[in-house]
């Protein structure tokens, strides 16, 4: 029998069998049967709109046919989607249609660029209450950069300082990213995310009119929040430069940083792991002269963090702290983690024995034997880079709280 007939008979009686759906799907595609390709995807959607790799692969089937439009909107809805991966032919063909609005030329030459979208990135609206603990930096924030962005002529007229770039330290994991965007949000701000590390290659190959074309966006966009996130990673390749291209785009980097003064609107945030591997230059006065340290969650934001992970699923009552208490150095992604561990434990149990229960402290116990936190690694970079003196003073907030940690 033909792989053909084998799916088509599997698919006959086992018709929500998504995955042999997208395998008959990419079967008919390959036989440039593309219409029928295209209901396959389609019919595996409609149990699963999530499916990113559907998405693609219906784009292809409509490029295909020539329906370039619709292509380009599946595309871009399977970007925002988990899993996604990106379909290097899909994209030039897309830039061609010129179909999104923004792009960043990825690679050298520009006939056989990769295309990066920023706005795909957007995410969902997320403000400091979403954010769980860091009450006196949300205070900070609030002070120094919210107010005077939403009132800035009453901050003028006091000739308080209103700009400058914000840098965000902290081990992985434990909110940066989350914080930016709810800045954004607090400051009303259209958010524009850059991810360096994701697109290094994009910067390295990025002349300096498109690292230009980045912070027009933003300035036309205004009010807006420009969020480089893994600043280090443009540090490094500074440092590791050998092309005079790398260093060029770097500069033009600080350049653009040092305009800012005079770009009403336009605030300029930037996270990293790794605040001892970013440039210096980049921490100068007008530059990312705010730093701040984003700490790993105490107990009480840990419970605190359980409890909102948890507040909409069915759970038998149990401490929270208790378990907060257990789970030292766990980050708020590794608690994501171990919640979505345990829920995985206590449904497999469900499904099982076909009776259903809520979650309970018994499966978080499961889970914990075989999660461990992130950033241990973090920790003993940090405690070897705050160990000279000058590294103490410079990071005296990561040294304090080395002090006070837990061993592990
Ligand atoms: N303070 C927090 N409050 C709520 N959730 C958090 C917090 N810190 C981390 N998380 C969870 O962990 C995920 C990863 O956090 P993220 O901001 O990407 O970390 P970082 O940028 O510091 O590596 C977030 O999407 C969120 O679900
Ligand atoms: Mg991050």
């Given at each position: 029998?033909?792989?053909?007939a084998?799916?088509e008979?599997?698919l006959?009686?086992?018709?929500?069998?998504?995955?042999?759906?997208?395998?008959?799907?990419?079967?008919?595609?390959?036989?440039?049967?593309?219409?029928?390709?295209?209901?396959?995807y389609?019919?595996?959607?409609?149990?699963?709109?999530?499916?990113?790799?559907?998405?693609?692969g219906?784009?292809?089937c409509?490029i295909?046919?020539?329906?370039?439009?619709?292509?380009?909107?599946?595309?871009?809805?399977?970007r925002?989607l988990p899993?996604?991966?990106?379909?290097?032919?899909?994209?030039?063909?897309?830039?061609?249609?010129?179909?999104?609005?923004?792009?960043?030329?990825?690679?050298?030459?520009?006939?056989?660029?990769?295309?990066?979208?920023i706005r795909?990135?957007?995410?969902?609206?997320?403000?400091?209450?979403?954010?769980?603990g860091m009450?006196?930096?949300?205070?900070?924030?609030?002070?120094?950069?919210?107010?005077?962005?939403?009132?800035?002529?009453?901050f003028?007229r006091?000739?308080?300082?209103?700009?400058?770039?914000?840098?965000l330290?902290?081990?992985?994991?434990?909110?940066?990213?989350?914080?930016?965007?709810?800045?954004?949000?607090?400051?009303?701000?259209?958010?524009?995310?850059v991810?360096?590390g994701?697109?290094?290659?994009?910067?390295?190959?990025?002349?300096?009119?498109?690292?230009?074309?980045l912070?027009?966006?933003?300035?036309?966009?205004?009010?807006?929040?420009?969020f480089?996130?893994?600043?280090?990673a443009l540090?490094?390749?500074r440092?590791?430069?050998s092309?005079?291209?790398?260093?060029t785009?770097?500069?033009?980097?600080?350049?653009?940083?040092?305009?800012?003064?005079?770009?009403?609107g336009?605030?300029?945030?930037?996270?990293?792991?790794?605040?001892?591997?970013?440039?210096?230059?980049?921490?100068?006065p007008?530059?990312f002269?705010?730093?701040?340290?984003?700490?790993?969650?105490?107990?009480?934001?840990?419970?605190?963090?359980?409890?909102?992970k948890?507040?909409?699923?069915p759970?038998?009552?149990?401490?929270?702290?208790?378990?907060?208490?257990?789970?030292?150095?766990?980050?708020g992604?590794?608690?994501?983690?171990?919640?979505?561990?345990?829920k995985?434990?206590?449904?497999?149990?469900m499904?099982?024995?076909?009776?259903?229960?809520?979650?309970?402290?018994?499966?978080?116990?499961?889970?914990?034997?075989?999660?461990?936190?992130?950033?241990l690694?973090?920790?003993?970079?940090?405690?070897?880079?705050?160990?000279?003196s000058?590294?103490?003073?410079?990071?005296?907030?990561?040294a304090?709280?080395?002090?006070?940690?837990?061993?592990?």
């Amino acid at each position: 029998m033909s792989d053909r007939a084998i799916l088509e008979r599997g698919l006959l009686t086992e018709p929500g069998r998504t995955d042999l759906r997208l395998e008959y799907a990419e079967l008919l595609a390959a036989e440039g049967a593309y219409g029928d390709a295209l209901r396959q995807y389609d019919l595996a959607l409609e149990s699963d709109d999530s499916l990113a790799s559907a998405h693609v692969g219906a784009a292809r089937c409509l490029i295909a046919l020539r329906r370039t439009k619709e292509a380009a909107r599946r595309y871009t809805k399977a970007r925002r989607l988990p899993g996604f991966q990106p379909a290097a032919e899909l994209e030039e063909l897309l830039e061609e249609a010129n179909a999104r609005p923004f792009r960043v030329i990825h690679g050298r030459e520009k006939g056989t660029a990769d295309i990066v979208d920023i706005r795909a990135y957007l995410p969902p609206s997320i403000g400091f209450d979403d954010v769980v603990g860091m009450d006196a930096i949300k205070r900070t924030l609030r002070m120094q950069i919210v107010e005077p962005f939403l009132n800035p002529a009453l901050f003028r007229r006091y000739e308080k300082k209103v700009g400058g770039g914000v840098l965000l330290y902290g081990p992985p994991g434990c909110g940066k990213t989350l914080l930016a965007r709810a800045l954004a949000t607090e400051c009303r701000a259209e958010f524009i995310p850059v991810a360096i590390g994701d697109v290094l290659s994009v910067w390295l190959g990025m002349s300096e009119a498109n690292l230009a074309e980045l912070f027009v966006h933003a300035r036309a966009t205004a009010p807006s929040v420009l969020f480089f996130d893994e600043l280090d990673a443009l540090g490094c390749s500074r440092a590791k430069a050998s092309s005079e291209t790398a260093r060029t785009v770097v500069n033009e980097f600080l350049a653009q940083l040092d305009g800012f003064e005079s770009n009403d609107g336009v605030l300029v945030l930037a996270a990293t792991n790794m605040p001892w591997d970013v440039d210096p230059a980049m921490k100068r006065p007008g530059r990312f002269d705010r730093q701040i340290f984003v700490a790993p969650p105490d107990v009480n934001a840990r419970a605190k963090m359980l409890a909102m992970k948890l507040a909409d699923v069915p759970v038998e009552p149990f401490g929270y702290r208790e378990l907060a208490r257990r789970l030292p150095h766990y980050s708020g992604a590794d608690i994501d983690g171990l919640v979505d561990q345990a829920k995985e434990y206590a449904l497999d149990e469900m499904l099982q024995s076909g009776q259903e229960r809520p979650l309970g402290l018994r499966d978080f116990q499961r889970a914990l034997e075989h999660t461990e936190p992130s950033m241990l690694e973090w920790l003993d970079t940090a405690r070897e880079r705050v160990s000279s003196s000058s590294g103490e003073r410079r990071y005296k907030e990561v040294a304090d709280y080395l002090r006070d940690a837990q061993p592990y």
